[in-house]
């Protein structure tokens, strides 16, 4: 028995030297286990308290529970031995309060944003002011008034999503020019920047995206005021002496109207895969105002003339800046960002 008490007696000891090289709480823990543990030292040599006559198995029994006591006790005091030169530690760190703070990068404006003020900042050089429209507006606006009754055939291009039967997403930025029209008298020179909305869906067209509007009415505005007014901005925007050309074309609001086409920037009109291979890339759609459209407007078709079109500005961005995918646009991927 006495071999016994002695040997348990000895591992208070043990567990002492033990544990002292450790530093951290897990090992500490895992030190303590191995000497409590269901499995550990002390549970290992109580086994033998069966063989013991009854009479002597109290005196063992208190023994073993002294042990038990004694390496609770080391441990927490290892512990509270740890915490405190870590506190020490972190007391003795100095701080230099007068540091310069790290420089934290500026952002920009997105892509989008900067050739929208570009285009808008050409414009108004000609003469034109900067006018908006909400992006809900009614059907009457978006179609009817331009000559897109509701069962015309060429609201099927624009496919939109309808709030209610009278009120839409807008589809294009041309409802902006009735807006104008019937809330100002002519002479009339808007450019008119805004998202529109479309179910279309692929890598050069987007359910949302940003429209450029011109619009302008005067006594005396002729279809070449048209072409030269494009031609100039896109000289200006590319930078580059690039030719247009306007293509016949239908839509119900303007007579005559056209597709815009320019030069393609990429092969200078050789032919390319982008401008597949005719040399020519759209951009947009234009014409003379239509006389329904200033009838529903009240302005005087006799007297007053105008032309109009409307340009998609992240076509025209993609064109200048390589962009190859629509979507880069609306992701949010500061990769794509930051090159701009
Ligand atoms: C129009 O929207 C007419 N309102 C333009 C107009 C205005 C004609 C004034 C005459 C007078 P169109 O559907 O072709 O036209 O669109 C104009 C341009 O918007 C296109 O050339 C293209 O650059 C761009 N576009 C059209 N749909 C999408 C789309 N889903 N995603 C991105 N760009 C688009």
Redesign the pocket.
Known sequence: MSDLISNLEKLGDEFGTVIAPLADEQAIRAAQAQFLGKKGKVSELMKELGKLPPAERPLVGAAANKVKATIEELTAARLNELAQIVARADLARSVDVTLPARPVGGGHLHLLSQVRLEAVQIFAELGFVMAEGPQIDTDWNNFEALALPKEHPARD??DTFYISPEIVLRT?T?PVQVRTMLTQEPPIRIIAPGHVY?R?DDP????M?T?L?GLAVDTDISFSDLKGTLLHFVKRFFQRDLAIRLRPSY?P??EP?AEVDMQCSFCGGSGCRLCKFTGWI??????MVDPDVFANCRIDSERYTGF?????L??MAMLRHNVTD?KFYYEGDLRFLEQF
């Open positions: 291009m624009q294009h041309s479309r279309d050069t067209h987007s359910p995206f429209q509007e839509f609001f303007v109207g759209e951009i947009g759609g234009a014409g109009a079109f409307g340009m998609g992240e076509r629509i």
